[in-house]
C-alpha cells in the first residue's frame, strides 16, 4: 500500500475504532472491518500499532483486540481445524499466564508488559513466517504441558476447552495432537457445565463463519456484492429474497431503507402508524441481532430524498450488481419499486422480486372462469385463486447457516436516526413512555413469532374453530404484527397450520382473507380513504369530537367497547371480533366516519396493516365491497364473547367488583351495588355517551336510505343492490361474460348488499325490519355454537346462499329439460335471516342511464 493509499482505510479502521469504543460495535467486528480495510499485509503488520492507544484507558478492550489479533494471524494462516485453533490460543494463553504467574513473584505486570508477551510471539511468528518456518509461525508452546493443562482445568482459564479435559493430550516437543476433535453436539462429557458449553460452541461456529466469509471477502476473483432490500419480510427463515442473494454467489449487503413519505404513498392512509413504527424498530433490532450470528449486519439508512438515489447511491459505494427484495403490493409502493428497477437497471444492475407477502401476488389473481358475483366475499376470492392456480407455494426453507460479507460495509445510520421509537417530551423534559406496555406483551423477534405460532398450535388451534371470538382466552394465534412485518411467511405458517393434529379450515380461510385484503387494494388504490359504493360518500356523518375521543380513550360508558380499546391503546392489539364489536359501534351508534376509525387503527394498531384495516373499515363503514350482514350490540355481543366479564375485569379495573350481571351493563346496577362495588358513574367510570341505541340505530338506517334514494343510479332496481363503478383490470376480464352492463362511459357491478337495505329501497314505507341485522348474544353454550357459525357465515351469506340458489335453478332447469320432476326440497341449515330472502340473489347486470 502506498502512503495515499493508507491514509483513507486507516481513516476509517480510526472512525470504527470510535464505533468500537461507544459499544456499537463488537471487537471482533472491528477486526474483521479493519482487516477488509487494510488487507491482510497491512493489518498483519500495522493492526497493533493502529490499536496501541487503547492500551492506556481502554486497557480490557486492547487485550481483547490482541487477542483477536493473535488468534487470527497464528492459528487461522495454519489453516488447522477451528477446534484446534481454540485449544491452541488457549494454550498460547495460559503459557502467557504462567509466565504471569512467574513474573508475579517479581512484582505485578502492568498492561504494556503483560500484551507485550503477546506481541512478542506474534511478531516471532511474522519472522518465523517469512522465513518460511509455518510450524514456527505458532506462538512457541510451553514445555511443562501438564502444567498448563493443570492450570487451565483448576482456574478455569478458558471455557471452551473444558470438553476436551477428559481426553489424553499427546505432546511432542512444540508438536500438539489432539484426540478426536470432530465431536458431535451430543457429544458432551457429563459433568461439563452445557451452557457454557453452548456458549463457547456458538461462538466458535460465530468466528468460522466470519473467517470463511473474510476469505471469501480477500479473494480477488470474488463476485460482485448483491444488495438485499429488506423490507417487510424482517426474517431469516423461508425468505425466498434471502436464499436468492445466495444463490447469486456474491457477498451480500442486507440494506433497510426508511423513507416515511415513500410508504405513506398518497398522504392519507397513516400507512405506519406509531404502534406500527414502534414495532418495526425492535423488528430490525431483532432482525440485525439474527445477521450478526450469520456474521452480518443490517445496513440502515435514512433515506434523504429517494429511495432511488439512496440504492443508487448504495450501488455506487459498493459495487452491486444485483438487487433483491421481497415484492410489496401497495400500489404506491409499487409504482416506486417499478422506477428503483428501472432506473438500476439502467445503470446495469440486475434487480429481481420475490413474492412471499401473500400466499398469492395479487396482481395474478383474476376473476377468469368465476365471474363477479359475490366478489368481495372470501368465498368468491378463494374460488378465483382455485380456477386459476398460481406457480404453486412450494415448501418453506430455512434460514442460512451463514451470509457472505463484502470487502467493505457501506456507511450506514444507526437505527436510532430512523426515529422509528422516538417517545414525546413533556414541558419538564421527561419522556411520555407510551410503549411500556406493548414492549411487555410482545417478543418482536422472529423467534417471538415462531414461539407464538408454537402456543397457538399447542393449544389455541383447537378452540379456533369454535371460539375465536371470545376475548377473554387466547383463542386466536395472535401472529398479525408478524404477518404484517414478514417475521413469519405465511407459506409456513399455512404449512405449519397444515400439520396440526386438528384441521383448522377457518384459520386456513383466514389467511386467504389476508390475500383478498390485497387483491382489493390493487384493485381499488383509493380503499384507504375513499369509499366503494359511490352514495356512501354523500352519507351524513356526525363530527362530535367528544364521541370520537370517548371512543378512542375507552371512556364511552360502554364496557366492553371501553375494554377493547384500552386494550388497543395500551398492547397494540385486539382480537377480530372485538375489533368487529368497536368498528359497529363507531359507525351504527356514534355514526362517525369510518375514516376515524381507519386513522386510529393504524395508529395504535401494532399489526396495523393498510390492505386489510381498509377492507375491514370500508366492510364495517357499509361502502366496501362485502357488506357486513349484522351489527354488533354493545351489551348482546358481550354475552358471546365475555360472558363472565373476566375481560371488562382486566381493562377496565374500576369495575371489577360489579357483578357478572351487571358487569356489561353499570348504569342497571342498583346504587347500592353500585355503591358496594366502588362505582360512581360519571367519576370513576363513565355516563353511557349514547343511550337510545335502538334510537341510534334507526336513524343510521334512515341516513342509508337517504343516500340510496338520491343516488338512484347506483342501487339496482331490480334486486335493491347497490352497484359500484368497475375497476378497468376487472372490466377486462369481464367484458362479454354479462357480468356488468356498461352505462354510459362506465361499467357498474352489482355487489352484496345488507339484507335490512335492500329491504327498505323495496318497501320504503315499512316500519319494520325483519332483516334486522344488530347480532344478539347467547349465552349457553349451544347457542355460542349456533353464534360462532353464523359469524363465521355473516360474512359470506349472501354470497353462499346465492351459490345455493343458482346451483338449485341449474339443476331444476336441467331437469326441466330432460323432463324430469321436480328435485325434493333441499334441508338445509338453520339461518338467521329468513330462508324466503327475495333479496340474496345478486342479478347478473344492470343497465343505469347516466344523466
Ligand atoms: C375493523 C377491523 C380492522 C382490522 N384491521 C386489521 C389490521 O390493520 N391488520 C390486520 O392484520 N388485521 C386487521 N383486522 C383483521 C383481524 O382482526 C386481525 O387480523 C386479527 O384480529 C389478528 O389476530 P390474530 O393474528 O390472532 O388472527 P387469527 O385469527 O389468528 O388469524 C391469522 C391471520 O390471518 C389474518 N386475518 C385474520 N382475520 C383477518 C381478516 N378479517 N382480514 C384479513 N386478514 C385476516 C391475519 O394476518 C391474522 O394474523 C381488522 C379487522 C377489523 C374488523
Known sequence: MSTKDEVKPVAHVKHFMRELLLGRQDPEEFFCLSLSLL??????????????PLAEGHEELHTCLVTIFLDYFTKVQSGKGVEEEELELALTLSMQEMREGELAAQGPLSHAQRLSYAQRAIRGGRVAQKNGNSHCSRAPVPCDMEQAQRERCTEGLIGKITNIQNESVCVTGTEVRYPSLSRSDEDV??????????????SRRRRQRKRQQLAMSLSPSSPRPVLLWFRRDLRLNDNPALIGSLEVGGPVIPVFLWCPEEEEGPGVTVAVGGASKYWLHHALLSLNHSLERLG????????ETSSQEALQRLVTDTGAGTLLATALYEPWLKERDDLV??????????????????????NSVSTEGVGLRGIGSVSHFMSCCQQNPGPGLGTPVDAPLCLPVPSAWPQGCHLSQLALAR????????????????????????????ARLQAFLRDGIYRYEKESCRADAPNTSSLSPYLHYGQISPRSLLSESRSARCRPPKFQRKLAWRDLAYWQLTLFPDLPWESLRPPYKALRW????????????????????????????????????????????????????????????????????VAIDAMMWQNGGMCGLDHWNFVMHPV????????????????CPELAELPDEFIHKPWQCPTSLLRRAGVVLGQNYPERIVTDLEERRAQSLQDVAVVRRQFGQYVDRHSGCDLIPLPDRLVKEALGRGDIVQSGSRFLLPVITRMEFKHQAHDTDAKSNPFDAVLKGYVSRKRDETIAFLNERDFTASVLSENAQRRDRQERDQRALEGLPHPPAAHSRARRTPSKDIFSVVPAGVTVRHK
Not at 354475552?639 to 375485569?649: H, I, W
Open 39 to 52: 488487507g491482510h499485509q497491512y493489518t498483519q503488520e500495522q493492526f497493533l500499532d493502529l490499536i496501541e
Open 189 to 202: 462429557p457429563v459433568g461439563i457445565n452445557s451452557s457454557q458449553d453452548e456458549k463457547s460452541k456458538r
Open 296 to 303: 452480518s449486519h443490517l445496513v440502515t439508512v435514512k433515506v
Open 341 to 362: 428497477f428501472t432506473a438500476l437497471q439502467r445503470q446495469g444492475v440486475k434487480c429481481q422480486l420475490y413474492h412471499s407477502y401473500c400466499l398469492r401476488d395479487p
Open 423 to 450: 417517545m414525546p417530551r413533556r414541558k419538564d423534559g421527561t419522556v411520555v413512555d407510551w410503549a411500556t406496555n406493548i414492549r411487555s406483551s410482545w417478543d418482536f423477534s422472529e423467534e417471538g413469532a415462531q
Open 542 to 609: 356526525s363530527s362530535d369530537r367528544a364521541h370520537l375521543k370517548a371512543w378512542q380513550r375507552g371512556r364511552t360508558g360502554y364496557p366492553l367497547v371501553d375494554a377493547s380499546m384500552r386494550q388497543l391503546w395500551l398492547t397494540g392489539w385486539m382480537n377480530n371480533y372485538m375489533r368487529h364489536v368497536v368498528a359497529s359501534f363507531l359507525i351504527a351508534y356514534l355514526h362517525l366516519p369510518w375514516q376515524e376509525g381507519y386513522r386510529w387503527f393504524q395508529d395504535t394498531l401494532v399489526d396495523a396493516d
Open 636 to 651: 348482546c355481543a358481550a354475552l358471546t364473547c365475555d360472558p363472565c366479564g373476566s375481560f371488562v375485569r382486566k381493562w
